[in-house]
């Protein structure tokens, strides 16, 4: 074993369909990986088998197994770590993989800056459709990489990326710093063993090279930690770790890092849980409240200004109100660009979250660009048939488009997976008092075609002003649920389509066509239907 190598430690718990692929990619790397060491947290399944014949194959690979379960992922790979034998080791999910490459691009970079961790960029593969999307591209695409921070904690962007699984580390910075992850059941360990690297204040390398495939499986029976956020204790857990990684970094008088975890915790974590919140049930949405609550009054002013502005109003809200509110409300605020639905109130000529706060001011909604106003465009699809009427209503909002003169609106339909512009109508808008009226009509039959059964298309509008344009991604559904309708259509024959209003609380159009895409989408209904 060369003082270049690197083990790969990949842990796994009753994944038997998909450790072999992430043990192949972890082998697969070459020469810069001397050893992969596996290491199977009690598993009930085949796991262990599966691993078992790989490795009678395989002299790179090594077994590990835990008689007991841990019942989280930081005590197997701290076995893994503590039984590696590489100058370096890297971390791999048993339903993840590895791109071919990634060691050898991680290990060059390590080398040539002299750093102790050494970063890559990390791609959001969703399953089935298999769609990519980068993991914080702010840190690791050009321009922002390749660089060396030196020290990290002079540079707060970094606690954004809260990984584990897309870095490279020294075994002997670790064990001079004694860096290890939380033991037991600790759901997003990661959090706090990101905080204990960066208190340590190695020289750290970010490079703009895919070094990891973080593969999301919204269907799966099991879900993956990050995304099973149904259990309020799930979201315990969550604020635990965030504690935990900012008392590390206090600790080791990084104040700027930990107050940029902070602020990163409303700008991203706090979110992703509100957004979610109308559709939870009673029960949680009182405990989510009641933690999340206690949980910010910790926050510092200037932690809480340096937020989105969005955010900043949420979090006001949260401190403001003992009981849940208005949840629809604050779940709009999250969508991307958000989206302040009305009623919209003042208290001394300035605005408010509502008339019953008027302490509580949407700050820096005055200062706001155009393009960054959250707009509300309220949408009914009327009519059956191939070229339904959109209706539109765009809400006025506090005199800014007004002021910036509005006069008309392109409605969008994009194709979700491939980012693709499928159509386009450009009409005017009517005033109506309060808002703007109009009434674009879609020809679904000229969507352009795609080879899968199932597409899905968000509608979008973009206000136009004579002193620039706004775009709203999602126009949220107003009157009446449209019904499924099948349509005859020259291109495909024939062509089913269903409205819905997507998680953000927008409307959006699945499209099957075909004869197979129509059957595909009943067939699928059917089973959701058994399944319930």
């Known amino acids: 074993m060369t003082s ?50 790989l490795a009678a194959r395989e002299p790179r690979l090594r077994l590990l197994r835990h008689p007991v379960n841990s019942g989280g992922c930081g005590t197997p790979r701290n076995t893994g770590l503590a039984a590696a034998r590489g100058r370096y080791v890297m971390f791999l999910d048993s339903d993840d993989l590895l791109p071919p490459g990634a060691a050898a691009a991680l290990l060059t970079a390590a080398t040539r800056h002299d750093a102790p961790v050494t970063a890559g960029r990390c791609v959001r593969r969703e399953l089935p459709a298999g769609t990519e999307r980068p993991w914080q591209p702010a840190l690791f695409e050009a321009p922002a990489a390749p660089a060396v921070y030196d020290p990290p904690r002079r540079h707060p962007e970094l606690v954004h990326d809260t990984l584990c699984v897309n870095k490279l580390y020294e075994r002997d910075f670790l064990r001079a710093h004694r860096i290890t992850f939380p033991e037991g059941r600790f759901p997003y360990e990661d959090f706090v063993f990101t905080a204990r690297v960066l208190a340590a204040a190695p020289r750290l390398a970010v490079i703009a090279d895919p070094v990891y495939i973080w593969q999301v499986r919204r269907r799966a029976t099991a879900l993956s930690i990050s995304l099973d956020r149904g259990r309020i204790e799930h979201w315990a857990g969550r604020l635990e770790a ?39 049930g009673a029960e949680f949405q009182r405990w989510w409240w009641s933690l999340t609550r206690a949980h910010l009054a910790a926050f510092a002013p200037a932690e809480r200004a340096a937020a989105r502005p969005a955010h900043r109003w949420l979090t006001a809200l949260l401190l403001a109100s003992p009981a849940p509110r208005e949840l629809a409300r604050m779940a709009a605020l999250t969508a991307a660009p958000p989206r302040l639905l009305p009623p919209l109130a003042t ?10 706060l008027p302490d509580l001011p949407l700050e820096g909604l005055d200062h706001l660009p155009l393009e960054a106003l959250p707009l509300t465009v309220d949408a009914e699809l009327a009519g059956p048939g191939a070229y339904p009427v959109l209706r539109l209503r765009v809400h006025e909002l506090y005199g800014r488009l007004a002021a910036a003169d509005v006069y008309g609106v392109d409605v969008e339909l994009w194709h979700r997976e491939r980012g693709r512009l499928g159509q386009r ?17 879609l020809d679904l039959t000229a969507l352009p075609a795609t080879d899968a ?14 002193r620039g344009r706004t775009v709203v991604t999602g126009v949220r559904p107003v009157g009446a649920a449209p019904r499924r309708t099948v349509l005859p259509s020259r291109r495909h024959g024939l062509l089913l389509v269903q409205p819905y209003t997507t998680s953000h609380g927008a409307l959006a159009l699945r499209v099957a066509p075909g004869v197979r895409g129509a059957t595909g989408v009943a067939t699928a209904r059917l089973h959701r239907m058994l399944k319930n």
């Open 425 to 441: 109508r450009s009409v005017a808008l009517f005033p109506d008092g309060t808002g703007w009226v109009a009434s674009p009509r």
């Open 242 to 280: 965030h504690r935990q990684a900012v008392d590390v970094l206090r600790t080791a008088g990084a104040e700027r890092l930990a107050a940029a975890a902070r602020t990163k915790f409303l700008d991203h974590d706090l979110p992703l849980y509100i957004r979610e919140l109308p559709s939870r």
């Open 347 to 356: 208290s001394g000529g300035r605005p408010v979250w509502s008339a019953d």
């Open 453 to 466: 059964a199932l597409a899905v298309w968000d509608i979008r509008a973009g206000i136009r002003c004579a």
């Open 4 to 53: 270049r190598s690197v083990s790969v430690v990949v842990i796994a718990y009753n994944d038997a369909a998909h450790v072999a692929d992430a043990v192949r990619s972890a082998l697969a790397q070459g020469p810069a990986v001397a050893e992969v060491i596996a290491v199977d947290d009690a598993s009930t399944d085949t796991t262990a088998a599966v691993l078992e014949r």
